[in-house]
């Protein structure tokens, strides 16, 4: 690596980086690809003081259409000269394409340097009405790519309502990194009023439950640092969202000196981790005597090798497979050993007899379970050899519960099961193949003269017909039997910690992460967590980033009225109350009005099953040409019979 002068001058450094661009000029488009990013020397090394408003050629690819909006007039700028600068160029840095904010005075520094400083790109800015989406998009875009986006959110007010957003990610285990700020930390430099309303001693409290780490560094190079430490904690797992409070001094203090450069890359090392050999040679000596394996899979990668490989043993255990709707696809669900269909709340049948039967189970990081063997075997110690294979207790505090319930295990693997499966096939060794009945995968069937969420989802996977498609979110009232999952794309799970609203905006980041991929993103929400995060919507809108939602509308917060049922069963009341309180009519939402008001195309509301096909395929039709497209299909109240008998059970 080339050492600098730290005395060197910045018009040596500006030399520098325009060789480079020259450079990258004279390369084809393919070579400029593959070129090391302009912002970048050869070696590696991180250049402070280049000149961003001319570097564009030599960035990786990104979405021409999206790029191409909210272009500033060159500003000039070409050397650090504010805190706020250093924190952009660490930014930039971290290679995070896209930072989704909701402007405030707090961060109007840092809002300064990616504009004019960077020139809005590599990170871009993604304009969100409310913290909230802004955090919820970046979750979209991690369950994609599992990687941090950025998300930049105003002092205490707009953490505060980042906050359940904040939460859905953290229960979620992915990683964001979220910049926030505060009023002046030196009290002789805040205006009257706003800043000492905007400043608290520790805001990072208000999160600190549920983000990996923050920080509130006091000067630009600490910032730096916290930058990259934030990018890189975020990113190794258990991944989780972190946070960096950069104080509105800090940011606008001018620089009395070039800060000197450093090779950002060496302050985030790729943490590999390895399976542990003995815990796996003991796994694989259970499963191989095993008669009746059993396979949860919960928590792991959108890495396609890494299904397959799964795939594999559980071929080669002749293992029952479980999974769940509360995380993203880890198991084509119309394998032959694929048990039931998956759900979010309640067990599938034939998974309950898969977990009675089983000697062996080995779990993948299966989201709670402790509370999945109870609700089956109840409270007395499983006869089952347990395997877990997880990290996810490096996470584990003393505020969230998240963590769930204690499980009995027998065999600890402490990696993540996209790294323990590989050397538990290698460990198992060849095999005798085992003979399987395929099992019938059916749909569900359709009652006439009704429209439910079955028939909604019938309809929408004929219409999408062989395209391939990722189902960002889904409805509390969907049925896991209605969608196969053939691909780790296919599905990417719920919101993470239960925080209705979530799901516009984690589907808008979604999206931003597919675009280009040829899959067709589309959300099926019900209408509260439509209505609570509706307004992502335009920011999808107005950056150009197709999409499709689906709103499973009951006109009402269905789930509370089972809950006002249950209470009325246990309380022997009348059970006919359960929809006060909990129904969202008179007036009826236009839901799809809220959708054209903000400039994605609105159907609906669609109140016949004939209409759901020839109305679906507009909204493909338009999605395919690059729009947001909203169905608003009336669906009748209802969740599959595993779910309501799971909360309507008269005792607990
Ligand atoms: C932020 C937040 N508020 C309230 C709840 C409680 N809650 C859980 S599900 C639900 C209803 C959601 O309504 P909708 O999205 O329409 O789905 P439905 O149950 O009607 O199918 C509510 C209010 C919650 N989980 N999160
Ligand atoms: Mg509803």
């Known amino acids: 690596m080339r050492v600098r002068d730290p005395q060197q001058n910045q018009g040596e450094r500006i030399g520098d980086a325009i060789g480079i661009l020259r450079y990258c000029e004279k390369l084809s488009d393919q070579l400029i690809r593959r070129a090391p990013p ?4 050869n070696d590696g090394a991180h250049i402070l003081a280049s000149n961003r408003n001319e570097s564009a050629k030599g960035r990786p690819a990104g979405n021409g259409r999206l790029s191409a909006l909210d272009r500033p007039v060159p500003a000039g700028v070409n050397a650090a000269g504010f805190g706020s600068d250093v924190v952009a160029d660490a930014l930039r840095a971290t290679d995070i394409p896209y930072i989704a904010l909701n ?27 409310h913290e909230e989406s802004a955090v919820a998009i970046a979750h979209g875009y991690a369950k994609v790519t599992g990687r941090a986006m950025a998300a930049a959110v105003h002092s205490n007010v707009g953490l505060m309502h980042a906050t359940m957003a904040i939460f859905n990610a953290w229960c979620d285990r992915m990683p964001i990194v979220i910049l926030g700020a505060t009023g002046p930390v030196d009290a002789v430099k805040r205006r009257p009023w706003i800043d000492w309303i905007h400043t608290a001693s520790d805001q990072g409290a208000l999160i600190r439950g549920y983000t990996k780490w923050d920080d509130q560094p006091a000067s630009p190079i600490a910032a730096r640092e916290a930058v990259l430490r934030a990018n890189w904690i975020a990113n190794t797992a258990p991944r989780g969202p972190t946070y960096v409070n950069l104080d509105a001094g800090m940011q606008e203090s001018k620089l009395v000196q070039p800060v000197e450069p450093i090779d950002a890359r060496r302050f985030m090392p790729p943490v590999e981790s ?37 795939i594999a043993l559980a071929e080669r255990l002749g293992a029952w497979v479980a ?5 993203a696809a880890a198991f084509p669900t119309d394998h032959r050993l694929h048990v039931g ?36 075997l109840g409270p007395g110690m499983p006869s089952a050899r347990i395997v877990q294979i997880s990290v996810d207790h490096h996470l584990h505090n003393g505020w969230s519960m998240d963590y769930q319930g204690l499980p009995p295990v027998d065999v600890f693997i402490d990696c993540e099961p996209d790294i323990a499966v590989p050397a538990l096939m290698a460990a198992l060794g060849a095999g005798k193949p085992h003979a399987f009945t395929p099992v019938n995968k059916e749909f569900p ?21 062989k395209r391939p498609t990722t189902l960002t979110h889904v409805s509390l009232s969907w049925n896991g039997a209605s969608w196969p999952f053939r691909h780790p794309l296919d599905y990417l799970g719920s919101d993470g910690g239960g925080g ?153």
């Not at 979010?344 to 999945?372: M, Y």
């Open 38 to 41: 302009a912002w970048r020397d």
């Open 103 to 129: 402007p405030g005075a707090s961060y109007r520094g840092l809002h300064d340097s990616l504009v004019n400083y960077l020139g809005n790109e590599q990170p871009q800015m993604l304009l969100c009405l």
């Open 274 to 310: 390895v399976a542990p050999p003995a815990p796996i040679k003991r796994a694989a000596d259970l499963l191989r005597e095993a008669k009746n394996p059993l396979i949860l899979a919960g928590r792991v990668s959108r890495d396609l090798n890494a299904w397959n490989t799964r």
């Open 323 to 327: 999974t769940d709707l509360k995380v």
């Open 341 to 376: 269909s998956p759900g979010t709340i309640g067990i599938a049948a034939q998974a309950t007899d898969a977990i009675r039967e089983a000697d062996v189970i080995l779990s993948f990081d299966w989201v709670d379970l402790t509370g999945t063997l109870k609700s089956v």
């Open 445 to 465: 069937k359709l009652e006439d003269g009704k429209l439910t969420v079955d028939h909604l989802a019938d309809a929408l996977r004929r219409s999408f017909g």
């Open 500 to 652: 209705v609203g979530g799901g516009p905006g984690i589907s808008v980041g979604a999206a931003l992460a597919l675009m280009g991929t040829g899959r067709l993103p589309v959300a099926v929400c019900g209408d509260g967590d439509f209505l609570m995060g509706v307004t992502a919507l335009w920011t999808a809108a107005h950056y150009r980033i197709p999409l499709l939602i689906v709103v499973a509308n009951n006109r009402s917060f269905f789930n509370d009225e089972l809950h006002q049922e249950r209470m009325a069963r246990m309380r022997n009341r009348p059970v006919e109350n359960r929809w006060i309180g909990q129904r969202i009519s008179d007036p009826d939402i236009d839901l799809a009005g809220m959708a054209r008001a903000q400039g994605a195309q609105g159907f609906g509301p669609v109140t016949a099953a004939a209409d759901l096909e020839p109305t679906f395929e507009k909204a493909i039709a338009a999605v395919e040409a690059g729009a947001v497209a909203v169905v608003d299909v009336r669906v009748e109240p209802g969740y599959t019979a595993a779910m309501t008998a799971a909360m309507t059970r008269k005792s607990e």
